[in-house]
């Protein structure tokens, strides 16, 4: 009788979705580094091709909503999320989740978690807030998992999440007021920090997603994004 060795797994493949306002060979490498096969794409066929998705962004919210419209991107995304694909945020992607923003007169976000985004009330302090900063961990969260309960992270942004719901609330960190740095919903993140640029901690964040995406497939294995608080 001959004993078989068993294939280790695929790595799951990441969608990093490309809208012209992102790191995103940054992100690619460190989620590489972690055991995902990254995917740099602006079709949104792939987001039912791949195990999950990130959503970077550098830049100011209208502009970014209206490239995520014109690659036609913007409801595969909602599609997407709702049906369980997991998905994270990361910087200006994190403050997309959220109905809208007050950047530049204002506009629509994708609506996934209830709030708004407002300027930073830095309190005399300099705007935009680039540095390290201690991110405290607020409740249980599969995205924070593994880290203390004061973790530091590089942050870069003028603009912060209002989430209208504690529950959506996993880190908070401080620069000026209170902001929340972690959300979390279902299997929807989002981390105004920059994971990629947040060293060995911030690779443990994008190594506990690609977990999550790791217990999914491509299809047809996803469980729906969590209602909407009070549904």
Known sequence: MTTGTRKPPSPPTVAVLDYGMG??????????HVGAEPRVTSDPRDLGRCA????PGVGAFPAAVRELRTRKL???L???ARQGLPMLGICLGMQLLFERSEEQGGADGLGLIEGEVTALAARGLK???IGWNFVERRRDSWLLAGLGERTAFYHVHSFAARPRHDQDVVGVARYGEEFVSAVERGTLAGVQFHPEKSGPAGLRVLENFVALCARRTPSGDRQPLVARHGQ
Do not use: C, F, I, T
Not at 23 to 32: E, G, M
């Open 52 to 55: 999950g998705a990130v959503l």
């Open 23 to 32: 790191n995103l060979r940054s992100v690619a490498k460190a989620l590489a």
């Open 78 to 80: 909602l599609d997407a």
């Open 127 to 129: 705007v935009p807030h």
């Open 74 to 76: 913007l409801a595969p």
